[in-house]
């Protein structure tokens, strides 16, 4: 039950005011002017609303309002005013009400005004906690990819080196940032449907039987489907289940091709495959990365997004120093200059990732 603060020297405006919250389902607390308003907020009782008239003697509702506010900057505040006064209306929003309603007014406009006045509130509430909520929500799934990482010994760190990587090509190719948090948490999830895999075919160094790939490829699917009770992860979801098809239409689950697949599984693809390449397998030693791109260059059109390829490129072109290949891709700038003066060979990258 939200909590108000009625304050007004007019008793019929108290009464009324009282009467319309207690019937909204307010709990309801009244002063009969600002000075006995503050004496309550200085208190300990909490409130989610304050509606004051202004025109009060001694204290005005504006006191009250910047007062309110000094000791719970939270608290969402209305300011009552006749109609002729929109001044002090203005004035009351300057220093943090939310809203003004105008007298005379009736019930239902109270109700309704201090109603929406409370929604944005919750809201903006809602923002800020998000805002806090997701670098730790990035993290943890960090730290959850790494977990399931441990189970396959040669891919650890994999899905750090993925998340920037692909964060890189999505900013290259102008993804807003809802879309490239979508990216970076698929990215970091892409193979969580391993944990489902035995894990003695994650460690197999030798080639894979027909029922083993069989097994291996059932990860995209157990991977969507852990992530399905997450409303909010739609596209996140997409990325884990569609991280291994391919442009021509021979991939997996679903033999998706072209623009069919969701961009930021595309995305994921290339970079998953370069990482797999030039930092090696149980099953596939390490390469350099001059040869890893020369692949993913031969591959593009048939099994990896052209677009996402030309911004892969692009990003181990850019200026900057050089660094290891595990520590960052935007880095690459030596390596890339060779690769794009070597010719394309018509390898498929196809044996870099499982």
């Not at 609303?49 to 204290?59: E, R, Y």
């Not at 006045?117 to 805002?131: G, M």
Request: with cysteine; aromatic share 4%; glycine share 8%.
């Amino acid at each position: 039950m939200p909590r108000v603060l009625c304050v007004d020297d007019d008793q019929f405006i108290r009464s009324l005011m009282e009467r319309a919250f207690r019937f909204g389902g307010y709990d309801v607390t009244v002063a009969a002017g600002g000075a006995e308003a503050i004496r309550i907020l200085d208190g300990h009782d909490r409130f989610d609303l304050l509606v004051t008239d202004h025109s009060m003697p001694g204290v005005t509702g504006i006191d009250v309002i910047e007062h309110a506010l000094r000791t719970d900057p939270a608290l969402t505040a209305i300011i009552v005013t006749a109609y002729h006064d929109l001044d002090i209306a203005m004035r009351a929003l300057q220093v943090g009400a939310v809203g003004f309603i105008p007298k005379p007014f009736n019930p239902d406009h109270l109700l309704t005004v201090a109603g929406r006045a409370l929604e944005r509130r919750q809201l903006a509430a809602e923002a800020l906690r998000l805002n806090l909520l997701v670098p730790m929500l990035e993290r943890f799934t960090m730290l959850l990819a790494n977990t399931l990482e441990s189970k396959d010994c040669a891919s650890t760190r994999h899905s750090e080196r993925l998340v920037a990587n692909a964060e890189a090509v999505a900013r290259q190719l102008g993804l807003d940032d809802d879309a490239r948090f979508s990216v970076r948490v698929g990215a970091c999830l892409h193979d969580i449907g391993k944990v489902g895999v035995p894990e003695e075919l994650l460690r197999k160094v030798g080639p894979l039987t027909d029922e083993e790939r069989d097994v291996i490829r059932l990860h995209p699917d157990i991977g969507a489907a852990i992530l399905d009770d997450i409303d909010t992860w739609d596209d996140v979801r997409l990325i884990v289940r569609h991280h291994h098809e391919r442009w021509d239409g021979s991939g997996y689950p679903l033999g998706l091709c072209t623009t069919d697949i969701p961009l930021g599984a595309r995305i994921v693809s290339v970079v998953d495959a370069f990482d797999v390449m030039t930092m090696g397998r149980l099953y596939a030693p390490a390469r350099p990365a001059e040869d890893a791109l020369d692949e993913i260059i031969a591959a593009r059109g048939r099994q990896f997004d052209p677009d996402s390829v030309d911004a892969l490129i692009a990003i181990l072109a850019t200026p900057g120093d050089y660094h290891d290949v595990v520590d960052t891709v935007s880095e690459l700038e030596l390596i890339a200059r060779r690769a794009s003066a070597a010719s394309p060979s018509r390898r498929m990258a196809s044996g870099g990732v499982r």
